[in-house]
């Protein structure tokens, strides 16, 4: 193996090592509070007592929002009174039921009105293919196409379990996506040109004791699993009154 592949094969596994430490604390957390596998099936995990309390303070959780102007993997006005973060990932069953079932009508209601602003971090704890997604997210991201790409993928996720995202799943649903330049795009799922910024997001959460997901974080009140349209609706509304 050469030099540059051992450096390649180090960074992965040392963000594969962080989002496992994520796992094993949402594990224990789940142990902890006697979860049953209907929690699970819910997408809803409860985190441990302790974790909701280290959260519930409203500093770290109100500083989380970038709102970076042109940020490709944001959507809405970085002024908008209301910001949800999204930890999410492309292998996870219930953020692709978020993806069909509950965003389409954010971004209609909130997103468009200038209301909400939606920003999404990488959470990939389903193992390296849900590491090599979101890689291939931020590839489209930088061709202008991450949140078609995104849709691409989780329409066709199945409704229990883990698509099986291969490189070549990934590059069809770029192509499905619009994204132009599909060489450069298999390019860089390949390489490990966004793993710092994918560990990033990944330490962010973990140091707020995010676990699971999908986890949302609403002008610093969490919101666990794909929760119904109107759990959203009510803690945007109350967010937005308060802003």
Request: glycine letters at 8%.
């Amino acid at each position: 193996m050469s030099a540059s592949s051992r450096r390649d094969t180090s960074k992965r596994d040392a963000i594969l090592v962080v989002v496992l430490v994520v796992v094993a604390v949402g594990l224990i957390a789940y142990l902890a509070g006697g979860g049953s596998d209907d929690d699970s099936a819910a997408g809803a995990q409860q985190p441990r007592q302790e974790a909701a309390d280290a959260t519930a303070g409203a500093d770290p959780l109100a500083d989380l929002p970038r709102r970076e102007p042109g940020d490709p993997m944001a959507l809405g006005d970085p002024q908008a009174p209301v910001t949800m973060v999204m930890y999410e990932d492309y292998r996870c069953p219930f953020c692709a039921k978020f993806s069909r079932d509950i965003s389409p009508a954010l971004v209609e209601r909130y997103v468009d009105t200038g209301v909400l602003r939606m920003e999404w971090r990488d959470l990939p704890i389903f193992g390296e293919q849900s590491l090599t997604a979101a890689r291939a997210g931020r590839a489209a991201a930088d061709q202008d196409r991450f949140w078609e790409f995104t849709e691409a993928v989780y329409a066709a996720a199945p409704d229990r379990g883990h698509p099986d995202l291969t490189p070549e799943a990934l590059r069809e649903f770029a192509r499905e996506a619009g994204v132009g330049d599909l060489d450069r795009f298999s390019a860089d799922l390949t390489s490990t040109r966004y793993d710092a910024a994918i560990e990033a997001d990944a330490q962010e959460g973990a140091a707020l004791g995010v676990s699971s997901t999908p986890t949302f974080i609403v002008n610093g009140q969490p919101v666990l699993g794909a929760q119904p349209l109107d759990t959203f609706v009510s803690v945007i509304d109350a967010a937005d009154a308060e802003s």
